[in-house]
């Protein structure tokens, strides 16, 4: 049962706050091997997800293909362009986008979440390990998805003609966009120390995430008052970013100002995960969590 405020008499729990939100190596590997084998019982599930991933980025670049006539070019993509977007955004999407909001709602609108405070381990690390232990078996359905995709479109891709400085801004950028949207998300589940249901809010919030990360639309296609509203929000820096990094029409101060932007979110990310995380632990422990 759920405890709340109705339901409790307040009192003072004595709860241990974890003293480092990040594991050690040995502990991570632990939790990474526990993870992967948790992971592997759910692979039906994962597809399922997986599918949740693959369908609005694919439905769109079918969209496009029928739309587009001979020399047509939109928002400065031509239909080779369009295609190449929409298989980047599937394959980064499937890989960065993590989900720990769901498991840390979950707990802790079951009242088991206190078992993994209190446990000798990093929170932090505990749910990483989880999500990546998740993204490795939503590749074994990503790459044969991939070289399907590649089959159909072929005559469409080409070799992406991309300075050296704009791929190793591309893997500095990855696994910013994977923490920007690691630790954001988990702010997002901390919410249930709050609110009774949490699932209205996730929609909404993975409604906004749908449109300002790209996914239905290039962002460069989208009206000028969208465009300003999602240069201030962080769902560009999910994934987006790194897909116009590979198309290589970025400045080196574009770059620049991107990796330092992420890294930013990256920041205030975490400072503001702690943030709730510790005053929703507060009042679970004071309602007798």
């Known amino acids: ?5 109705s339901t409790a008499t307040a009192r003072t729990v004595p709860v241990q706050f974890p003293r480092s939100s990040f594991p050690s190596t040995r502990k991570f590997g632990r939790l990474l091997l526990a993870s992967w084998q948790d992971a592997l019982q759910y692979r039906l599930e994962g597809a399922v997800w997986f599918l949740y991933d693959l369908l609005p980025p694919m439905g769109m670049l079918l969209l496009w293909l029928g739309a587009y006539r001979p020399g047509d070019t939109v928002a400065g993509y031509d239909v080779a362009g369009m295609i190449q977007y929409y298989l980047g955004v599937i394959a980064l999407r499937t890989i960065l986008n993590p989900h720990p909001e769901w498991d840390i709602a979950e707990k802790i609108a079951k009242g088991t ?21 998740w993204k490795v078996v939503r590749l ?43 630790f954001l998300k988990m702010t997002m589940g901390y919410v249930a120390f709050w609110a009774t249901n949490t699932e209205g809010i996730f929609v909404f919030i993975i409604s906004l995430e749908m449109v300002f990360t790209g996914n239905f639309l290039p962002l460069q296609a989208m009206p000028d008052w969208v465009r300003m ?20 029409t970025f400045t080196e101060a574009e770059l620049a100002s991107g990796i330092l932007t992420q890294l930013a979110w990256v920041i205030g990310g975490y400072v503001m995960m702690r943030m709730v995380r510790t005053a929703g632990i507060r009042r679970y422990a004071a309602f007798g969590g």
Do not use: K
């Open 1 to 5: 049962m759920t405890i709340t405020p």
């Open 113 to 133: 979440y206190g078992q993994i405070l209190l446990r000798p381990m990093s929170i932090v690390g505990y749910h990483l390990a989880g999500e990546v232990a």
């Open 229 to 248: 509203i999602g240069d201030w929000l962080p769902y560009r820096y999910f994934y987006f970013f790194s897909t116009q990094i590979l198309r290589g």
């Open 140 to 182: 074994f359905w990503l790459v044969p998805s991939m070289a399907i995709c590649i089959a159909i479109f072929w005559e469409y891709l080409q070799s992406p003609v991309v300075p050296p400085l704009h791929w190793a801004a591309f893997a500095v950028s990855v696994p910013l966009g994977y923490l920007t949207a690691f």
